[in-house]
């Protein structure tokens, strides 16, 4: 009846965590998500790289509880488009989520269902708040893996499509050795 309480070990260093589940996300597994194609398929044609590795402790999908997760998102940028993360809604919409900044540097791209975008930079230490509804993605914009942690309901589930589909309003990119979030040019509301 009551379940049993657990600790679990993070490696900061790497993002691992002991005895959790390991998914890794390939840039072929990411075909229609970045704005330049032809870049895509010539770096997955080339050398097919690692964009991220997720390592999660997920329980049964009940309310109330909670899962968590560490991302290890590594350097990299598909033409001038930094590496990111799927990104997702939650299939239960009003389930909000906290992520912890634990290594390298990036920020979150955040997005309402109307299209409303935020953007927020991260860094070692940096907590950010993402409220029920909106959707999130993580971008790495620096040289060396970005790491981070996150705490969610185990009911909230992933719902990609729409973000699959549309993407996001903003885009991150590296342009004159700076960081700029500009419009996504394929954006349509
Ligand atoms: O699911 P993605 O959008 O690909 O993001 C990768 C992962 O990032 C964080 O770790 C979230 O807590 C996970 O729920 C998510 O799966
Ligand atoms: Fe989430």
Redesign the pocket.
């Known amino acids: 009846m009551y379940k049993e309480p657990a600790s679990f070990k993070l490696d900061i260093e790497s993002g691992v965590i002991e005895d959790s589940k390991r998914l890794v996300r390939r840039l072929s597994d990411m075909k229609g998500y970045f704005v330049d194609e032809e870049a895509w398929k010539e770096l997955v044609e080339k050398e097919n790289p690692v964009v991220y590795e997720v390592y999660a402790v997920e329980q049964e999908e009940r309310e109330g509880d909670l899962n968590f997760a560490t991302t290890i998102l590594y350097p990299g940028k598909v033409g001038k488009e930094f590496f990111f993360t799927k990104g ?1 809604f ?1 299939a239960k919409p009003d ?1 909000a ?1 906290v992520y912890v900044a634990l290594k390298g540097r990036g920020g979150m791209l955040l997005q309402t269902p109307e299209g409303e975008a935020r953007w927020i930079p991260m860094e070692p230490g940096t907590i950010i708040y ?1 409220p029920p509804y909106w959707a ?1 993605r993580t971008v790495n914009t620096g040289r060396e893996p970005f790491i981070f942690l ?1 705490i ?1 309901p185990a009911d ?1 589930g ?1 719902d990609y499509g729409t973000i699959a589909k549309k993407g996001f309003s903003k885009i991150v990119i590296e342009e004159d050795g700076e960081v700029k979030v500009i419009n996504n040019p394929r954006w349509k509301a």
């Open positions: 997702h939650h389930r989520e993402v999130h996150a969610y909230a992933h």
